[in-house]
T-cell receptor, first 115, second 114 residues
Framework: DQQVKQNSPSLSVQEGRISILNCDYT??????FLWYKKYPAEGPTFLIS?????DKNEDGRFTVFLNKSAKHLSLHIVPSQPGDSAVYFC??????????????FGTGTRLAVRP | DAGVTQSPTHLIKTRGQQVTLRCSPK?????VSWYQQALGQGPQFIFQ???????QRGNFPDRFSGHQFPNYSSELNVNALLLGDSALYLC?????????????FGEGSWLTVV
């Protein structure tokens, strides 16, 4: 049972434009959501997160939106840069602010930013 | 400040063999989690160690076992290897009472079972 879903395996955008990566979840117990970025031959690196008590969190070019009623979150990258080309994973945790809980990951979206 | 280090980076094993993967957590971290990432999939939680004990476990068979040492480093052992165990094994370190967004991953160990 895939509790975190990223239905778009790949996305291609032009440099300077907006990239929107989507993620859906089914488990109502999830209360903290994270986005990780992964380059080939490297481990995932933390990008941005959002607590379920918020609907938006912004960090520079990256913004994450959370729609709890729809169990949907999205990552916006504006403007997109070629260096953003990587695989992006959505992850969820069922215990807020505690790394003691496991992360449940989606299958990832491969973003390609064209120069 | 060294981050999470894993060894070996790549290895090839034969079906039925046993493998041990190693992880040193980021300095100051006391909790180690292991994840399996099969090709085209997201990382899947195997188990987590804290204070040298398994604290949580995902949906993996008993062939997967682990250990945490007093210096917080950890090992992942897989017995009776199957072809389906071929994957990237990721170690993640964190602080037991730290925020979720401070979980750090290593570069992983690529295991190929032939």
């Amino acid at each position: 049972d895939q509790q975190v879903k990223q239905n778009s395996p790949s996305l291609s955008v032009q440099e300077g434009r907006i990239s929107i990566l989507n993620c859906d979840y089914t488990n109502s117990m999830f209360d903290y959501f994270l986005w990780y970025k992964k380059y080939p031959a490297e481990g995932p690196t933390f990008l941005i997160s959002i607590s379920s008590i918020k609907d938006k969190n912004e960090d520079g070019r990256f913004t994450v939106f959370l729609n709890k009623s729809a169990k949907h979150l999205s990552l916006h990258i504006v403007p997109s840069q070629p260096g953003d080309s990587a695989v992006y994973f959505c992850a969820a945790s069922a215990r807020r602010k505690s790394s003691g809980d496991k992360l449940t990951f989606g299958t990832g979206t491969r973003l390609a930013v064209r120069p | 400040d060294a981050g999470v280090t894993q060894s070996p980076t790549h290895l090839i094993k034969t079906r039925g063999q046993q493998v041990t993967l190693r992880c040193s957590p980021k300095s100051g971290h006391d909790t180690v989690s292991w994840y399996q990432q099969a090709l085209g999939q997201g990382p899947q939680f195997i188990f987590q160690y804290y204070e040298e004990e398994e604290r949580q476990r995902g949906n993996f068979p008993d062939r997967f076992s682990g250990h945490q040492f007093p210096n917080y480093s950890s090992e992942l052992n897989v017995n009776a290897l199957l072809l389906g165990d071929s994957a990237l094994y990721l170690c993640a370190s964190s602080l037991a009472r730290g925020p979720v967004n401070t979980i750090y991953f290593g570069e992983g160990s690529w295991l190929t079972v032939v």
